[in-house]
């Protein structure tokens, strides 16, 4: 089957150096690559992103409000041969050249690969996201995301923004535009999220997650998402978020230490 993929993915002179960029980058390794699938894949992605009705969860609170589905067998097949080829073995020796991360593992659930779409008013707070997966119990290594909205504007915001260690200063931001690939290293640091969108009534922030992993090395301990307030956000919003994520991941460590897969597949 003919790869869906731009044909410089699997250039050892165009890997090495993106490598290099990759792990130079400012704050934490990442990335932001223009045209990473071939441009009637995208154009095929977007023309038919499952609706919101085909959505796995919605979430909408303090730090979030945004829509997660992973169901590809009720969307069109090019997702699922997507997800397929990215659980490649030649893929993902693709992906450790270009990351220097040996050994991934790309898992077949909602922790592994799925879609993302927010709406007018659609939020991401700034958060470094959960460290093991809670079932499997594999370390979260690479975030992977593919965002496909065209003729998306300046206007409607939603970039992909990049924070330092302590969430005092963004160190890049990326529009999410249609077949732009963002590619980051996960880690107690690797601060991430989107600001509020403002868009037409019909439009959305469409974009295609993967998350891949190793298996855990010693001293990596499990937490949660760990949400942070902006610093433009006031005192009052630091204080909740703190409050909350402190009585969240409290409660998540118990439930991990405990092992209670089937809790954490019931509600997550």
């Known amino acids: 089957m003919e790869s869906v993929f731009d044909e410089k993915i699997y250039n050892e002179d165009w890997l090495k ?9 400012k704050g934490f390794p990442h990335i932001v690559i223009d045209n990473f699938l071939k441009s009637d894949i995208a ?9 919101k009705e085909q959505m796995r969860k919605s979430y909408k609170n303090l ?23 990215l659980r490649t073995e030649k893929f993902k020796a693709a992906f450790s050249k270009l990351t220097g991360i040996d050994d991934l593992i790309l898992p077949d659930d909602h922790r592994g690969s799925g879609v993302h779409q927010g709406f007018d008013g659609s939020y991401l707070d700034v958060h470094v996201d959960f460290s093991i997966h809670p079932t499997l119990k594999k370390h979260r290594r690479l975030n992977l995301l593919i965002f496909l909205n065209k003729d998306w504007k300046e206007e409607y915001g939603g970039h992909c923004e990049f924070w330092n260690e302590d969430v005092t200063e963004m160190i890049g931001k990326a529009l999410p535009i249609l077949n732009r690939a963002v590619i980051f290293e996960c880690s107690r640091y690797s601060f991430h999220g989107y600001d509020t969108i403002h868009v037409p009534e019909g439009e959305s922030r469409k974009s295609f997650y993967s998350y891949f992993y190793t298996d855990v090395a010693p001293g990596v301990k499990y937490h949660d998402t ?24 409290f409660v998540k460590r118990v439930l991990y230490k405990m092992n209670l897969k089937k809790l954490f597949n019931k509600y997550e």
Do not use: C, M, W
């Open 63 to 85: 730090n979030e409000q945004k829509s997660e589905g992973s169901g590809f067998d009720q969307y069109h097949p090019l997702f699922a041969q997507l997800k397929d080829e």
């Open 226 to 249: 760990i949400f942070k307030a902006r610093p433009s956000e006031g005192k009052a919003k630091k204080i909740k978020t703190e409050v909350k994520e402190g009585s969240k991941n």
């Open 43 to 51: 154009d095929t992605l977007y023309e038919n992103f499952p609706t």
């Open 17 to 25: 150096k993106t490598h290099d960029e990759f792990k130079s980058a």
